[in-house]
């Protein structure tokens, strides 16, 4: 009985970390002031908190009593390969329509 | 008797393609692994030719550890920019650092820029036409001789060393 | 104890798909859409898990791994659209 309440406790900060990091991301994809900026906060933070979510829904599901279940860890790796590449593609798109960025910033994207 | 690198070119595509395999179907029965095995040695055999030069690994074990030191990174580098999100956005320094590149295998290459982009306040945005050049973007860049040093040896050293010969 | 907290983060997803509504309607340019729809799957997906831990069902990560795989070859073709004017050259 005792056992149980651990991993459901586990269980409960892992998905608690999880939706906080994405809330995290969506706050900075509104609050940032260009778009190169807001570009980190999906790439990042909200993969790790999918990330952290999978892995909780994970523990949940192996120790229900049916044996490991290891198959949402597919979620996280694909995400983990294909947020890099769309974020980096998104970030081509943007600097190929020359959007503006803010003053402070450094260091200028090339022209190719 | 066939070489070995004609019958099967690419053992770790096919070891990879077995665990997802094996991960899809969720199940250990000899059945699926006869399966996950066949197909984990046909499709590397018929996507051949769109590899032209695959990568060789040389040293699994750093691999391994390079993988550890990044998945502590994407942990500790996303705490720092959810700081970073909820300060006041004033004070960011953003900037565009022009990284120069050692590593030549575009495999190689593009390991690092997806670890670049999952990592610290960075993220990859483009490649220069000759493949000597990374441009990053950083959310809050004080120093980029220090950014580029800092990705240089925590990331590229040990790519370096996983898929490019050491012998020159 | 469980159902409380999905409860909650439920509620947290809820809110950050609102945040991610927001700038899809008013992102200036073609790229903020992009993003924005690109982090509206990725949220997609992370609900779709906490109501398959909510119904206590193991059938909803079908869907999740599908919406990703699709949400990927969507941004992915819009980029190119954004970048080349074309999808396939």
Not at chain 2, 88 to 95: E, N, Q, T, W
Not at chain 2, 101 to 107: G, K, V
């Given at each position: 009985m005792n056992d149980t309440t651990w991993i459901e406790w586990l269980v409960a900060a892992l998905i608690l970390i999880g939706s906080v990091f994405a809330l995290i991301g969506s706050i900075g994809?509104?609050?940032?002031?260009?778009?190169?900026?807001?570009?980190?906060?999906?790439?990042?933070?909200?993969?790790?908190?999918?990330?952290?979510?999978?892995?909780?829904?994970?523990?949940?599901?192996?120790?229900?009593?049916?044996?490991?279940?290891?198959?949402?860890?597919?979620?996280?790796?694909?995400?983990?390969?294909?947020?890099?590449?769309?974020?980096?593609?998104?970030?081509?798109?943007?600097?190929?329509?020359?959007?503006?960025?803010?003053?402070?910033?450094?260091?200028?994207?090339?022209?190719? | 008797?066939?070489?070995?690198?004609?019958?099967?070119?690419?053992?770790?595509?096919?070891?990879?393609?077995?665990?997802?395999?094996?991960?899809?179907?969720?199940?250990?029965?000899?059945?699926?692994?006869?399966?996950?095995?066949?197909?984990?040695?046909?499709?590397?055999?018929?996507?051949?030719?769109?590899?032209?030069?695959?990568?060789?690994?040389?040293?699994?074990?750093?691999?391994?550890?390079?993988?550890?030191?990044?998945?502590?990174?994407?942990?500790?580098?996303?705490?720092?920019?959810?700081?970073?999100?909820?300060?006041?956005?004033?004070?960011?320094?953003?900037?565009?650092?022009?990284?120069?590149?050692?590593?030549?295998?575009?495999?190689?290459?593009?390991?690092?820029a997806s670890t670049v982009s999952l990592t610290p306040g960075t993220v990859s945005s483009d490649i220069s036409d000759d493949r000597k050049t990374l441009l990053i973007h950083g959310l809050d860049v004080a120093d980029a001789q220090e950014l580029i040093d800092n990705i240089k040896q925590r990331y590229e050293n040990p790519l370096k060393e996983v898929f490019e010969c050491s012998t020159t | 104890m469980l159902h409380y907290v999905i409860l909650v983060c439920l509620g947290i997803m809820s809110l950050a798909t609102i945040l991610n509504m927001v700038r899809l309607v008013i992102g200036p340019d073609m790229p903020d859409r992009v993003l924005a729809l690109d982090t509206l799957y990725i949220n997609a997906i992370a609900l779709i898990i906490l109501f398959g831990l909510y119904l206590d069902s193991d059938l909803f990560f079908e869907a999740a791994l599908l919406i990703a795989v699709m949400g990927f070859v969507g941004t992915v073709a819009v980029s190119r659209y954004l970048l080349r004017g074309d999808i396939i050259e």
């Open positions: 994809l509104l609050k940032l002031p260009d778009f190169f900026m807001r570009l980190h906060g999906p790439t990042k933070a909200t993969t790790l908190g999918v990330g952290a979510l999978v892995i909780g829904s994970l523990i949940h599901f192996s120790t229900k009593g049916d044996g490991l279940s290891m198959h949402e860890l597919l979620i996280t790796i694909f995400l983990f390969i294909t947020a890099p590449t769309s974020a980096n593609l998104m970030a081509q798109a943007a600097m190929h329509l020359q959007l503006k960025r803010v003053k402070q910033t450094k260091g200028e994207p090339w022209q190719q | 008797m066939m070489r070995p690198r004609a019958f099967l070119p690419h053992p770790w595509l096919s070891l990879f393609l077995l665990i997802v395999w094996q991960l899809i179907m969720n199940d250990l029965g000899a059945g699926t692994l006869i399966m996950g095995a066949v197909t984990a040695w046909l499709i590397p055999l018929m996507t051949n030719p769109f590899w032209p030069n695959p990568p060789t690994l040389h040293k699994p074990l750093v691999l391994f550890r390079f993988t550890c030191t990044v998945l502590l990174d994407i942990v500790t580098a996303n705490i720092e920019v959810a700081k970073l999100i909820l300060g006041p956005s004033r004070v960011l320094r953003p900037a565009f650092v022009e990284y120069p590149l050692e590593l030549t295998n575009d495999f190689a290459i593009s390991v690092l | -």
